[in-house]
């Protein structure tokens, strides 16, 4: 399983590097690859040759500086990895070099922190939102607090739409770690009887414990997780997000997958339908 954990050496992105800390406790099986995105400019003055040099220079003292933060937080840890590399990429796009480097080099996720943000970055948009809106590839994203523990509970948010296919999306990441999982469903009447009981049986086939909850339309969807999450405190979330939505729909409906990485108190898997 390859993991690509971001990281631009502020203390909040120590969370995702706790976080593959969490899962090694469980799997044996995990590749790290440490990235770290730099825009690194050119002087007009500055010939081709001088340059190049440089950014080669940067690019060497950047990995150092990158494996020396990373270790301070992996610790001894670091031997529980199958193998943990480092990347430093000259990018001009933060956002969309992440994604491309992860698509290009066939990792199975991407880890990224995130600290939240004011009502007004809400609506702009930020760095993981447009990651959890725009990657093929599954993001955790882990609150900027978080510290390394075991996962022994996931609740996973399906609505049972194509509930068969989510199962063997994230059948990836579960069967590498045997944790209780249990499926939150929120009914609706768009979801006639007939599916709902098989998807229930389904669901039982698979030993996985199914909650379903009425859909109070008086709480956002968000609201209603959110108090989930604190009641019932499991050590990890997971979700599909719509990645088709108009130009427009992007704008005036923002992603549920991508709020949910400001309301939730704990890590976050988000996968594209």
Known sequence: MKILVTSDFSPNSKAAIRFVQSLVKHSKNIELVFYHAVQIMKPTLWSNVYFNQYKTDEI??????????????????KVKFVAINYVVDDATDTEKDIIKYAEKNKMDFICIATQGAGILRKIVGTH????????????????????????????FLSDFENLKNELTKISKFTKEHPAQLEVLHYATVTIDEKKRLKNKELLAKEMFKLNIQKNKLDRSLVDRIGTYVKKHKPELLIMFTNREKSFFEKIFLPSKSAELTYSTKVPVLIYSK
């Open 128 to 155: 993981t939102s447009y990651i959890v809106n725009n990657s093929t590839v599954p993001i955790f994203v882990i609150p900027s607090y978080y510290r390394a523990k075991s996962i022994k509970n996931i609740t």
């Open 60 to 77: 060497e003292r950047l990995t150092k500086e990158l494996k020396k933060f990373t270790n301070t937080v992996i610790g001894k840890d």
